[in-house]
Nanobody, 129 residues
Framework: QVQVVEFGGGLVQTGGSLRLSCLVSGLNFAVLDMGWFRQGAGKEREGVACIGKRGEFEYYRDSVKGRFTISRDNAKNSLSLQMNSLEPDDTAMYYC??????????????????????WGQGTQVTVTS
């Protein structure tokens, strides 16, 4: 059975920091590109960041580049997202997904989950003004 669990969300003021974590079981974690996604109230889900199987690449949507850092520890089947300089627009439910792709179009970097990705239950991040 596949299990994906996110944790680390919370309430923080503008300019603050949070670190999210995701633990995966039931999959060969080390062969998967892993991603973070988020969905704000009344909005569609959007890709935040994607990291390669061995951490060989990192891609970020333009709005978080320079503020967020994605990382992984394959020995622990763990994915992390360090979020600094948080803004109210970062308020969303954040999800971990077991596979992702990234590409650039005219709107900037796009992070997408693969069709058969597994998802966690999400962890809420709320940033107040």
């Amino acid at each position: 059975q596949v299990q994906v669990v996110e944790f680390g969300g919370g309430l923080v003021q503008t300019g603050g920091s949070l670190r999210l974590s995701c633990l995966v079981s039931g999959l060969n974690f080390a062969v998967l590109d892993m991603g973070w996604f988020r969905q704000g109230a009344g909005k569609e889900r959007e890709g935040v960041a994607c990291i390669g199987k061995r951490g060989e690449f990192e891609y970020y949507r333009d709005s978080v580049k320079g503020r967020f850092t994605i990382s992984r520890d394959n020995a622990k089947n763990s994915l992390s997202l360090q979020m600094n300089s948080l803004e109210p627009d970062d308020t969303a439910m954040y999800y971990c997904a077991t596979d992702c792709t990234a590409y650039r179009n005219h709107q900037g970097i796009q992070v997408k989950a693969t069709r058969n990705a597994y998802w966690g239950q999400g962890t809420q991040v709320t940033v107040t003004s």
